[in-house]
């Protein structure tokens, strides 16, 4: 995970850099890329957030998987000492039970992606963090008003947090995993019932997101709204992914 963390930095050093150094090039960069958001709006979208939904859950699989083989070793360290106590009495059994633990230790360090799981996340980003939220945001919630002022903004932020995240936002995501995984509506919905009792999910995005909304209804352009909340989402989507993934 630092080597992942150390290549992002790095990486963002060098474009900062090689942008500092083409100063002619970054408006024309930066127009091309508006001007692809502005006329393509759900292209956009679900290039954006199929590609941070997979990649979040695979940061999540990794950081479950690390935890995983952290405890197994442990385990098997323990197992280890004890079987060296009683090695004292029977030899054959250290020389043996050496082997077994080398093994398992060996295997416990193998990380293998869920590619359902990863697929699942794809889904959901791609057609509903991307192609519903760009409908939801610029065409729905625009009909309470189009302004930036604190009434309207507060109005908009509590739609979507009260309204939407509740009751489609993340029901949607336990209803992908559901049907990826054959289980029926009620099963997911239950689920999701027990995620919102006893893990706070619910509270959890509230207290991501009602800032994030804030910003994303009274400063951020209309075609990067879903952009935006991509970004921000991605920290969600490693939580979102760990909960599911336990649920």
């Given at each position: 995970?630092?080597?992942?963390?150390?290549?992002v930095?790095?990486?963002?050093m060098?474009?900062?850099?090689?942008?500092?150094?083409?100063?002619?090039?970054?408006?024309?960069?930066?127009?091309?890329?508006?001007?692809?958001?502005?006329?393509n709006?759900?292209?956009?979208?679900?290039?954006?957030?199929?590609?941070k939904?997979c990649?979040?859950?695979?940061?999540?699989?990794y950081?479950?998987?690390?935890?995983?083989?952290?405890?197994?070793?442990?385990?098997?360290?323990?197992?280890?000492?004890?079987?060296?106590?009683?090695?004292?009495?029977?030899?054959?059994?250290?020389?043996?039970g050496?082997d077994?633990?080398?093994?398992?230790i060996?295997?416990?360090?193998?990380?293998?992606?869920?590619?359902?799981?990863?697929?699942?996340?794809?889904?959901y980003?791609?057609?509903y963090q991307?192609?519903?939220?760009?409908?939801?945001y610029?065409?729905?919630l625009?009909?309470?008003?189009?302004?930036?002022?604190?009434?309207?903004?507060?109005?908009?932020?509590?739609?979507?947090?009260f309204?939407?995240?509740?009751f489609?936002?993340?029901?949607m995501?336990?209803l992908?995993?559901?049907l990826?995984?054959?289980?029926?509506?009620?099963?997911?919905?239950?689920n999701?019932?027990?995620?919102?009792?006893?893990?706070?999910?619910?509270?959890?995005?509230w207290m991501?997101f009602?800032?994030?909304?804030?910003?994303?209804?009274?400063?951020?352009?209309?075609?990067?709204?879903?952009?935006?909340?991509?970004c921000v989402?991605?920290?969600w989507?490693?939580?979102?992914?760990?909960?599911l993934?336990?649920s």
């Open positions: 995970m630092t080597r992942l963390l150390k290549v930095f790095i990486t963002m060098l474009i900062g850099t090689a942008s500092s150094m083409h100063p002619y090039h970054r408006p024309s960069v930066t127009s091309a890329i508006s001007n692809f958001y502005r006329k709006p759900f292209k956009g979208a679900f290039l954006t957030c199929s590609i939904g990649t979040a859950d695979l940061v999540a699989q950081i479950a998987a690390s935890k995983a083989n952290d405890q197994h070793d442990e385990n098997v360290k323990h197992q280890q000492d004890y079987d060296n106590a009683l090695s004292r009495l029977n030899p054959l059994k250290k020389a043996r050496g077994m633990h080398d093994t398992a060996a295997n416990s360090k193998k990380f293998k992606i869920d590619l359902r799981r990863s697929a699942m996340f794809l889904i980003g791609g057609l991307g192609c519903a939220n760009e409908f939801l610029n065409s729905v625009p009909r309470l008003g189009t302004g930036t002022d604190w009434r309207t903004v507060g109005k908009k932020v509590a739609v979507d947090a309204g939407i995240v509740p489609v936002c993340i029901p995501a336990y992908v995993k559901g990826l995984l054959r289980r029926s509506v009620r099963d997911s919905y239950s999701y019932w027990s995620d919102v009792v006893n893990k706070g999910v619910l509270f959890k995005n991501i009602i800032p994030v909304q804030c910003l994303t209804f009274s400063v951020i352009p209309q075609h990067f709204r879903v952009s935006f909340v991509a989402s991605f920290f989507m490693i939580i979102l992914s760990c909960i993934s336990s």
